[in-house]
């Protein structure tokens, strides 16, 4: 078992940055693939950001490349999402997302993930 814990989120204008942390506790931290996903009012959760199991390949959703950036520190058990270039559009509650892996693959869909944090909401003001 993995305990997800968000926190960072806030409110921002439009054009600011905000910094997410996800701390794990519970089993090895380094088995496990990483993500960040999102979920506005009335929308579907999607896909964020992963950072796979080596943590030396984050990938991510098109509608935030070039903007976010995921890392990892196994030191402190921590997952990070720095995004920068906020829209309002970015609006919505995040969750850190975790499933166990020896591959390295990427998962792109929320059904692949195990464990999930309770989420942080970030709101970006025009």
């Known amino acids: 078992q993995v305990q997800l814990v968000e926190s960072g989120g806030g409110l921002v204008q439009a054009g600011g940055s905000l910094r997410l942390s996800c701390a794990a506790s519970?089993?090895?931290?380094?088995?496990?693939?990483m993500g960040w996903f999102r979920q506005a009012p009335g929308k579907e959760r999607e896909f964020v950001a992963g950072?796979?199991?080596?943590?030396?390949?984050?990938y991510y959703a098109n509608s935030v490349k070039r903007r976010v950036t995921i890392s990892k520190d196994n030191a402190k058990n921590t997952v990070n999402l720095q995004m920068n270039g906020l829209k309002p559009e970015d609006t919505a509650v995040y969750y850190c997302?975790?499933?166990?892996?020896?591959?390295?693959?990427?998962?792109?869909?929320?059904?692949?993930?195990?464990?999930w944090g309770q989420g942080t909401q970030v709101t970006v003001s025009s």
């Open positions: 997302a975790a499933t166990e892996d020896y591959s390295g693959s990427f998962y792109y869909t929320e059904y692949e993930y195990d464990y």
């Open positions: 519970g089993r090895t931290f380094g088995n496990y693939a």
């Open positions: 950072l796979n199991l080596g943590a030396d390949r984050p």
